[in-house]
């Protein structure tokens, strides 16, 4: 079974890598070492080996001890590195040496151990596809020693970040990393570190976006990119979004645009551009050069989100739904009821459906007095051992009974626009403010805009084009509409947006009609028809 966190490259993909980093048969093979982090079966140390050997053949050093120092690999699990040793050996006695000498270098070259935790060598080329492991997958006691060790690994960090870490720390001074990775370190919260680490000593060279290609034998989940780092700050980087059609017959035209270094480059499957180079820890956009210079236009010439009247939050989390989320109306006093819009309701069709917060809050953000409640104190009361439990109630113990978040009791009554967390597409939903969002549940109210014609500029494909560039997506090119992406949302101040503009905004909206949306949103931000 294969383990957690491991996929198998496709063999182009592993030559495309290994020709990015400059581990070809023209360069001096024999000049440093290559370490593989995670070699799983062998896909890259099959290549490594045969493109070492021919070099070495080339010029006359096709010995065990030319060769000895040459290659290190890593890898957690012992079937791994007993079909890597014969990936070695294999290609070893293809060119002639023999089985002893073979067996000799394989059990040199691959050693069973963590990675993060190994003595790493000088290494003038890193290279792989370290393992995809979610942070809540690496047990807890592990993740604190991986935090201790390395500056840019959190309790949060998914494990690839280590990889990146650990082997950017073994570069020589004239070394490359290439890996084939998750690239949500450039955009998330936990990559913030990561950013900051590289940016100041080294350069985000080369970038290759493989969203939705086939890079790998399985499907994953996590999408990946080609990312090639050089010690060295401040160089731009060469950034290439591939199309899902992306293949092998792609390849040489897309090795000849990143040598060359200039320009931009459009093919049927790709279109690549260069870019200004890797700064500080903020995430950064990533899409198609042609949507990312529109979109620095349009950021160029108009405000942000929140600087054009628009304020923006999350639906509040109770800490507990099992006691503080009720269908029953009549459950405690009925002005301790808060109803609540569930998003998940919404899309699943049950749009009548009402559920109500047991509300602990006066609408100044104090606690009620339970003595005021007899029937909110008896519930309470009937789960207090529950409630108790939780981390806001050992931290508040004389608050024991209140939600994780505080109503903003100013929301009931204002009309807003929600959004779901994660969704496909750009489709906010109309609220007249009767019920309060619930958590996943991300809100829009605007003190200058109206906010049907808002919600016809929310849902095209300009303001979508944000979204998808800033915000990591997820399986089937989910787009995550979090704050922390709508925050990066450039409008147009509404009384800069014609009157006829905005009602055609507002129409569309209403109707849930996204090329009427579309059309209005290129007249509101003063875009010709060519943008589209």
């Known amino acids: 079974m294969t383990e957690p966190g491991v996929v198998f490259t496709k063999d182009w993909v592993v030559d495309l890598v290994l020709d990015v980093v400059g581990y070809t048969v023209d360069n001096d093979l024999l000049a440093g070492c290559v370490v593989e982090p995670s070699c799983g079966d062998g896909a890259f140390l099959g290549r490594i080996v045969t493109r070492l050997c021919e070099r ?31 990936t070695i050996r294999r290609a070893l006695v293809r060119f002639g040496l023999s089985e002893n000498d073979s067996k000799t270098l394989s059990d040199v070259w691959v050693s069973q151990g963590d990675f993060l935790m190994a003595n790493v060598p000088a290494a003038r080329w890193v ?6 492991v979610r942070s809540s997958l690496i047990p807890r006691e592990q993740r604190k ?49 990561l950013r ?8 985000l060279d080369v970038h290759i976006r493989l969203h939705g290609v086939s890079a790998f034998e399985d499907d994953v989940s996590a999408y990946p990119a080609i990312t090639l780092i050089r010690r060295g700050a ?22 000849r645009w990143i040598a060359s270094g200039e320009g931009a480059y459009r093919s049927e499957n790709a279109s690549a551009d260069v870019l ?27 405000p942000r989100l929140e600087d054009a009247g628009v304020k923006l939050g999350i639906g509040i989390a109770s800490g507990c739904d099992e006691v503080y989320i009720t269908e029953d109306p009549d459950l405690v006093e009925r002005d301790r009821m808060l109803p609540l819009f569930f998003m998940r309701d919404w899309r699943a069709g049950r749009r009548e459906a009402t559920k109500y ?62 959004f779901p967390d994660m969704a496909a597409r750009a489709d906010p939903v109309y609220s007249d403010g009767s019920r309060y969002p619930h958590h996943n549940c991300y809100w829009m109210t605007s003190s200058e805009w109206d906010v ?31 704050a922390q992406y709508l925050r990066k949302v450039h409008i147009p101040y509404a009384d800069e947006v014609d009157e006829d503009t905005r009602r055609e905004l507002a129409e569309a909206f209403m109707a849930g009609n996204r090329e009427r949306a579309n059309s209005a949103s290129r007249r509101a931000y003063g875009l010709e028809e060519a943008h589209a």
């Not at 900051?196 to 350069?203: C, E, Q, W």
């Not at 200004?276 to 950021?299: F, N, V």
Request: aromatic share 10%; charged share 25%.
């Open 357 to 418: 917060l047991v509300n602990p809050w006066n609408e100044d953000g104090t606690l009620v007095n339970l003595d005021d409640y007899p029937r909110l104190r008896g519930y309470f009361e009937e789960n207090e051992e529950r409630l108790r439990r939780r981390r806001v109630a050992k931290d508040h113990p004389d608050a024991w009974y209140r939600t994780l978040d505080k109503p903003d009791q100013s929301l009931m009554g204002k009309e807003m626009l929600l």
């Open 276 to 302: 200004r180079p890797l700064s500080g820890s903020g995430s950064i956009p990533l899409a198609a050069p042609e949507k990312l210079q529109l979109l620095g236009d349009l950021a160029s010439r108009y």
């Open 56 to 86: 070495a053949k080339r010029v006359g050093s096709l010995s065990v001890e030319n060769l000895k120092p040459c290659v290190r690999a890593f890898d957690l699990d012992d079937a791994s590195v007993s079909a890597s040793k014969m």
């Open 127 to 132: 290279v792989g596809n370290p393992p995809y």
């Open 234 to 255: 401040g160089r731009p980087m060469r950034y290439m979004e591939c199309r899902p059609r992306f293949s092998l017959s792609d390849v040489p035209a897309a090795e």
């Open 196 to 203: 900051a680490f590289v940016s100041k000593r080294y350069s």
């Open 145 to 193: 020693a991986y935090c201790e060790l390395m500056s840019c690994v959190t309790m949060g960090s998914d494990l690839y970040v280590g990889f990146f870490e650990k082997s950017l720390e073994a570069l020589t001074e004239d070394g490359a990393l290439c890996f084939i990775c998750s690239d949500r370190w450039l955009q998330n919260r936990y990559g913030s570190r």
């Open 452 to 482: 049907r014609s808002l919600g016809g500029l929310m849902m095209s494909g300009l303001v979508e084009g944000y979204v998808d560039a800033f915000g990591v997506k997820m399986r089937g090119s989910t787009l995550r509409f979090q």
